[in-house]
């Protein structure tokens, strides 16, 4: 079992639907969880970070960390054709020794207009 | 503002021949990190830098590569007798401050090896 699953999709999505993607993980040493967005053949753009469990918003983002379930999503509020592209999840442990960032395969999405 | 910068964007060569790509990270960023990523999957990690001084090594990372980073700004990354298998993108990221969370990737370095 790997340490982070995520499943690869792809995932597609009429313009203005909210999107739903998550990740499970195993290792509860983890304490930061990130999200990136990749595009084709770019490298990882980070979107969004939070710190242990909780909610974060920004826009139309919103990051969720379950780690009772060692569960996050990422949610897209009115998705935009734009945001069709690969998103990955990341984590990484707390302290001066973490460095490591651990990812998700990254799952594709498609917004269709 | 720039971002982390690679070099090259792509690279193609025969198998057994040597490569090295530069990394330019975001001004000031005392981290730097070597990730590499094959199709479908996520990036992987290789090694990392704080200041001019390799931290840590993937066991990805054979005896073929090597990683510098001489004055703590650019750092460089080098295969060896490439093989098929080296195929992938190599992607350089950096950080700063006290933990490595927000590590800001550049575009990275798509290598073919033939």
């Known amino acids: 079992q790997k340490e982070v699953e995520q499943d690869p999709g792809p995932l597609s999505v009429p313009e203005g639907a909210i999107v739903s993607l998550n990740c499970t993980y195993s290792?509860?040493?983890?304490?930061?969880f990130m999200w990136y967005r990749q595009y084709s053949r770019k490298g990882p753009e980070l979107l969004m970070y939070?710190?242990?469990?909780g909610n974060k918003e920004d826009g139309r983002f919103t990051a969720q960390v379950d780690k009772s379930s060692k569960y996050i999503s990422l949610f897209i509020r009115d998705s935009q054709p734009s945001d069709s592209a690969t998103y990955l999840c990341?984590?990484?442990?707390?302290?001066?020794?973490?460095?490591?960032?651990?990812f998700g395969k990254g799952t594709k999405l498609s917004v269709i207009p | 503002d720039t971002g982390v910068s690679q070099d090259p964007r792509h690279k193609i060569t025969k198998r057994g021949q040597n490569v090295t790509f530069r990394c330019d990270p975001i001004?000031?960023?005392?981290?730097l990190y070597w990730y590499r990523q094959t199709l479908g999957q996520g990036p992987e990690f290789l090694t990392y830098?704080?200041?001019?001084?390799?931290?840590?090594k993937s066991r990805l990372l054979s005896d073929r590569f090597s990683a510098e980073r001489p004055k703590g700004s650019f750092s460089t990354l080098e295969i060896q007798r490439t093989e098929q298998g080296d195929s992938a993108m190599y992607l350089c990221?950096?950080?700063?401050?006290?933990?490595?969370?927000?590590?800001?990737f550049g575009p990275g370095t798509r290598l073919l090896v033939l």
């Open positions: 290792n509860s040493a983890f304490q930061y």
């Open positions: 939070t710190y242990s469990s």
């Open positions: 990341a984590m990484i442990g707390s302290g001066a020794g973490s460095y490591q960032l651990t």
């Open positions: 001004s000031e960023h005392n981290r």
């Open positions: 830098f704080q200041n001019e001084a390799q931290l840590e």
């Open positions: 990221a950096s950080s700063v401050g006290p933990t490595a969370e927000t590590q800001y």
